[in-house]
């Protein structure tokens, strides 16, 4: 009886501390709501995340995670390592442009505004448009100085800019749903026949990182233009843009090779389109902006992290694999992915040295050198295309050992043409 009474004692003492616990759950979330109810509007054009998240206060800390610095994952995080000390071919690829003198890994989206002011001057010759997609203050500036904007200096419009990326980049104050700020993605939707006023909320999840996780340049007006007319590949970019005579756009001329070539941004929308996830209506925030549990809340986090950071809540929600399996799946891809992606560079690097030797040689055949340095934009402008997409591989395996392949084979192509043209077969 002792025994039994001892049980029934502490059932009660259990279920005590479990009720205690649900109480106070239930009072701090009803807090939360007591204290968000009497909080002015959100006004249309607030952009202080810090304001957006009084109202919503379980989420801004999600954001605030986005703090952190000096986390490396295998081939990014937020350590802003130098690219180059990994890949010391990018020294001679980039070599006359300004990622040849600096080019970091990013920290992420919360020093976004605050790196971009950092890097070096030669990355800031571009002027204002540098600036597009690093503040929810950009949307307003370009309401108000509409096609002048491009035409200001960095340290210009620099000084009219507050905060990095933050709620109001994709969310509308009245109702947090969705939205487009950035009007180089409706115009190059309108381009295509779409209208992201008609796109699914889950469509809208993949969309709003479209914004900026996109290939772009600067048009002739120095206004942001995404190449989407021809479609998301390289090669269909590579369309759009122009045979190597007729092109609408040269980023730089290569001072070793004298190459007009092309520089990729950072096609991770575009790239992970045909991928098996976006394939079977997978969102980008799906694995990178994952549920999660805040007390007995279900909030989606704002840390925009890998989803290595986060496989348990990423990536077993659908798939039933162990996290150390996935992981492992992850690095299968991606390390295939750079293996290829070191290859076609280093040898993009020898296409440049064989076709500046050629360019100096006496009685060179100035067409087949053409022909060389085509062949050569054509080649690096696939590498940098998976060079500059931020998943190393693993949005679209296939399609980007495709796209290496044709680069290996072009830089190939390049070399032999080079050593013809200078009679060195």
Request: some cysteine; proline content about 4%; charged content about 25%.
């Amino acid at each position: 009886m002792k025994s039994k009474g001892f049980i029934l004692a502490l059932a009660a003492i259990a279920a005590i501390v479990v009720l205690g616990a649900m109480y106070m759950s239930f009072q701090k979330n009803n807090r939360v709501l007591t204290e968000t109810a009497n909080l002015p509007p959100i006004g249309e054009n607030e952009i202080d995340p810090a304001v957006w998240g009084k109202h919503y206060p379980r989420t801004y800390d999600t954001f605030l995670k986005g703090k952190e610095t000096g986390v490396a994952t295998k081939y990014g995080g937020s350590d802003p390592f130098d690219k180059a000390e990994q890949q010391p071919e990018m020294k001679t690829l980039f070599a006359g442009y300004g990622f040849g003198e600096e080019y970091f890994e990013e920290r992420g989206h919360f020093y976004a505004l605050l790196d971009n002011s950092k890097i070096t001057p030669a990355r800031r010759k571009a002027g204002a448009v540098c600036l597009y997609c690093k503040s929810p203050a950009i949307p307003g500036l370009l309401a108000k100085y509409g096609d002048e904007f491009g035409q200001y200096s960095y340290e210009e419009m620099y000084k009219q800019v507050k905060f990095s990326i933050g709620c109001s980049d994709c969310h509308d104050p009245k109702d947090m749903s969705l939205r487009i700020t950035r009007p180089a993605l409706v115009e190059a939707l309108e381009r295509i026949g779409k209208d992201w006023k008609l796109a699914s909320r889950q469509e809208m999840r993949s969309l709003v990182c479209a914004q900026c996780h996109v290939e772009y340049y600067f048009n002739k007006e120095k206004k942001v233009t995404f190449p989407w007319d021809k479609g998301w590949t390289a090669d269909q970019m590579e369309e759009y843009y122009g045979d190597y005579e007729n092109t609408i756009h040269i980023d730089w001329t290569h001072p070793q090779s004298g190459t007009n070539l092309l520089k990729a941004q950072h096609p991770d929308y575009e790239f992970s389109q045909g991928g098996a996830h976006a394939s079977a209506g997978v969102a980008c925030a799906d694995c990178h902006m994952p549920y999660e549990r805040v007390g007995n809340v279900k909030v989606t986090s704002h840390w925009w992290v890998s989803p290595t950071r986060t496989i348990n809540q990423s990536c077993t929600q659908c798939h039933r694999e162990d996290e150390e399996w996935l992981l492992s799946r992850i690095h299968y891809y991606q390390d295939r992915n750079f293996e290829a992606l070191r290859r076609a560079g280093n040898l993009n690097v020898e296409a440049i040295k064989e076709i500046e030797k050629s360019a100096n040689t006496p009685g060179v055949d100035a067409k087949l050198l053409e022909e060389a340095r085509a062949l050569h934009r054509s080649a690096q402008w696939r590498w940098d295309y998976m060079s500059a997409e931020n998943s190393m591989g693993f949005h679209n395996p296939q399609e980007g050992m495709k796209t290496l392949s044709k680069s290996i084979d072009l830089a190939h192509q390049a070399i032999a043409t080079a050593r013809k043209a200078r009679g060195a077969e």
